[in-house]
């Protein structure tokens, strides 16, 4: 019974991206009430490690929750990541995943558009 349940799923996660900016990430400060200065000022922003305005890190975690529910629907699972980079506010992020045929897990990601890896980590079904 597991054995076709895990074949009937699909091999990759559905691919969600969005193209952030200065004007969304002031959105999602409000929606979040997180105004740290490093994701909403650019003046200060400028002047710590990042060089500029970063976007909120559940940003690409809510990202990848939209790519998992358009992907299996609303399961019940698991899901263990660790934001592994900041993603300049501006970038293009972009979920992905592929199954792990040793367990039927999925190893999931949020990249910017040219790769880097700004979370990762796995996703378990619970069925």
Do not use: W
């Not at 002047?47 to 975690?61: E, M, R």
């Not at 399961?75 to 039927?104: C, I, M």
């Amino acid at each position: 019974m597991e054995q076709t349940r895990s074949a009937a799923r699909p091999i990759r996660l559905a691919e969600a991206r969005i193209q952030t900016s200065a004007m969304k990430t002031a959105r999602y400060a409000e929606l979040t009430a997180d105004f740290n200065p490093i994701h909403v000022d650019p003046g200060f922003a400028t002047n710590t490690v990042f060089g500029g305005p970063i976007n909120h890190g559940t940003l690409g975690l809510s990202l990848l929750a939209q790519a998992i529910e358009t992907t299996f629907g609303c399961v019940p699972h698991e899901l263990d990541v660790r934001f592994s980079r900041p993603a300049p506010v501006g970038s293009v992020l972009v979920t992905g995943g592929e199954v792990n045929s040793a367990d039927g897990s999925y190893h999931v990601h949020v990249t910017t558009e040219d790769g880097v890896r700004v979370i990762e980590g796995t996703l378990r079904l619970n069925d």
